[in-house]
């Protein structure tokens, strides 16, 4: 954990996922009628008394909690990761239908595998706007069949579609997440934990970043955007995987006080 500012004593006190109806935006739930600046209040309190609060933000995007995630309603984000092989469906689809038939193709063996449950293979199944959960999956010649499938998975909309619609396959996986795809997406989310961070005057950290396509560099710049925002902040932080740069950037002349905590 890093710690802004002085060390204190007392102990860290953390909302957890409770703090937040949706993921991403990180939307405060109603618990919280003041809005940041009742957060920010809490926070002052706890102080007095040597504790310290902590959000549990996660810097990937996960399932929401109590209302739609912008991310995904009305429209899925087509920055979310994705695989690269796409399908399409091979019959018509009415909005309850609870087995799908997209035409199989050779990488979609490899990817969802015979008889694996969705969560093992790492996928979900997106048409247009709907996010469809995968609970079981049979490979045929030429057709993939899922059965038992979840429709409007993570408060997407249910929608009939025509035979031959483009079906893709969102990467999903750990904390049954969907991640930023892009660049741009991750380093967004970044900004907006930050920020929602130094309203509120807490913070928890992130998680890995690593399925942008950039690698590290997309996972090292969420810390450094966070820091930067927060950098006259008293705040703890902590991240799931701390590269050397991320132990490097609290020396940035700007951060210069920050420390080990």
């Known amino acids: 954990m890093i710690h802004f500012g002085p060390k204190t004593r007392g102990e860290n006190i953390c909302s957890v996922s409770y703090m937040f109806r949706n993921w991403g935006h990180f939307d405060l739930r109603n618990a919280y009628p003041g809005g940041w600046e009742a957060v920010r ?26 209302i739609p995630e912008p991310y995904i309603m009305p ?3 087509p920055l979310f990761a994705r695989y690269e092989v796409r399908s ?11 087995k799908i038939a997209p035409e199989l193709r050779p990488e979609l063996r490899k990817l969802l595998g015979q008889g694996r449950e969705s969560r093992r293979a790492g996928a979900l199944l997106l048409i247009e706007n709907e996010i469809i959960y995968l609970q079981e999956v049979t490979c045929r010649a030429a057709e993939i069949l899922l059965r038992r499938c979840r429709r409007g998975y993570l408060r997407s909309l249910p929608k009939a579609q025509r035979g031959d619609t483009p079906a893709d396959f969102l990467y999903f996986a ?12 991750s380093h967004e989310v970044a900004l907006r934990n930050g920020r929602r961070a130094r309203r509120g005057a807490t913070l928890d950290g992130h998680e890995s970043c690593l399925e942008s ?20 902040q ?9 590269t050397a740069y991320g132990w490097h950037i609290i020396q ?6 920050a420390r080990p905590y």
């Open 41 to 66: 209040k809490i926070s002052q309190e706890c102080r007095k008394n040597g504790n310290r609060t902590t959000m549990y933000p996660l810097s990937d995007l996960l399932k929401t909690v109590t």
């Open 75 to 77: 429209r899925v984000d």
């Open 88 to 98: 399409r469906l091979l019959r018509d689809l009415d909005e309850k239908a609870r």
């Open 174 to 185: 750990g904390y049954q997440n969907l991640f930023p795809g892009d660049f741009s997406m």
């Open 213 to 232: 396509g950039l690698g590290f560099f997309a996972m090292n710049d969420t810390p450094k955007t966070i820091y930067v925002i927060n950098r006259n």
């Open 234 to 242: 008293d705040l703890p932080y902590t991240q799931s995987r701390l």
């Open 252 to 257: 940035l002349p700007e951060l210069r006080g």
